[in-house]
């Protein structure tokens, strides 16, 4: 919105300033986190008193969980609410793939409302059946996924590219569609997956968002694209700002969120941001790099996988608990302990996501 006061520039004023993406992404940044720290305790207050006995905790979880009782959940609304003011004030809205990426974070949004909603309403951890909810969000991202195949030039529409090799494209043809569901899809429910500790979920989020704002710039962009022998994808570049009011609403978020947790992401952002951060990917033709940046979800999701797998053939369990951040919980791992480190992996993974933009 407030880049049409580029309009009011003769070229050498304050107004200038707006035409630049990485001024507004930093007025995103500030806008998203000022949004959290003044409706943070607000919204806390309205979902402690609407959702009465909060979250359910489930009772075959670790017992140091039980403590966790009454705390509110859809603390995403804070991060959703925060992503969106931001995204609209600063970001071009001109920009179909800005509205691309905000309209799946908002459908799965919603998605994750619906199940918290039933969870709260029922107190039982069961919420909306799993086979709807996977049916609706194969629709969201193969909508996203036919959208994108359309905004892309000619000569990427439908390929995969990948990581490392220069100019590797593989056309997927109408493929492509169904392999951005399963991008979209998968990084949604594996955020979802690892949101299960205070804190856990929200900074590999922001440090993944922050590495696609990176890459989402310079692939957007002619000149450093082709310095790094990217596959150039116009207009892109404006998703930065979209990232950087989604760092800033996490940060928000996290000041609410650090354990002992005052309110819990809850599947409304959970779902939300992992929809935001496919969307974004398969935007910027990047999904290979988002499981190498967004690896720590990749693991959370496939030791769940793993875990079921193995049961239902052997009846064993491969880890004490899954998803894996309970399997450190039941090794005796202190919550925090667990939380940090993951942390610290998430970060040494965008690292590695980074150096592939420049590794040719």
């Known amino acids: 919105m407030l880049y049409w006061l580029t309009h009011l520039s003769d070229g050498g004023d304050l107004f200038n300033l707006f035409r630049y993406i990485t001024f507004r992404a930093g007025g995103a940044f500030l806008t998203a986190l000022v949004f959290g720290f003044i409706f943070g305790k607000p919204l806390i207050n309205v979902l402690r008193r609407k959702q009465g006995k909060g979250q359910p905790i489930r009772l075959d979880g670790p017992e140091g969980h039980l403590s966790k009782a009454g705390t509110p959940t859809m603390g995403g609304l804070l991060i959703v609410g925060a992503l969106t003011t931001s995204t609209l004030l600063w970001a071009r809205l001109d920009n179909a793939f800005v509205w691309l990426v905000l309209l799946v974070t908002l459908s799965f949004a919603a998605l994750g409302f619906a199940d918290d909603y039933a969870k709260v309403r029922k107190q039982t ?3 909306v059946s799993g086979r709807v909810r996977m049916l609706l969000g194969l629709v969201i991202a193969g909508l996203a996924g036919y959208a994108v195949m359309r905004l892309h030039p000619a000569d990427l529409s439908g390929d995969l590219a990948f ?17 951005a569901m399963v991008v979209i899809v998968g990084a949604a429910n594996a955020v979802n997956l690892t949101d299960g500790l205070d804190g856990l979920a929200i900074m590999p989020v922001m440090i993944a968002a922050g590495t696609f704002g990176v890459i989402a710039y310079f692939v957007g962009r002619v000149d450093f694209s082709d310095y790094l022998d990217l596959h150039y994808v116009p207009d892109t570049g404006e998703l930065l700002i979209f990232c950087a009011g989604l760092v800033g609403g996490g940060l928000g978020f996290l000041w609410y969120n650090a354990p002992p947790a005052a309110v819990f992401m809850g599947d409304t952002g ?9 969307a974004i990917a398969v935007a910027t033709k990047h999904e290979i790099v988002l499981a190498i940046v967004g690896g720590l979800f990749v ?9 079921v797998l193995y049961f239902k053939r052997t009846g064993r369990r491969v880890f004490l608990m899954a998803p894996i951040h309970h399997h450190y919980e039941k090794k005796g791992w202190a919550e925090p302990q667990i939380v940090i480190r993951f942390w610290i992996i998430s970060l040494i993974l965008a690292m590695i996501g980074l150096a592939t933009l420049k590794v040719r």
Do not use: C, D, M, W
């Open 163 to 179: 990581p490392v090799f220069k100019r590797l494209l593989v056309n997927l043809g109408l493929f492509y569609v169904p392999f």
């Open 270 to 278: 959970s779902l939300a941001l992992g929809g935001a951060l496919g």
């Open 125 to 127: 951890s069961a919420g």
């Open 299 to 307: 693991v959370e999701a496939l030791s769940v996988i793993i875990q």
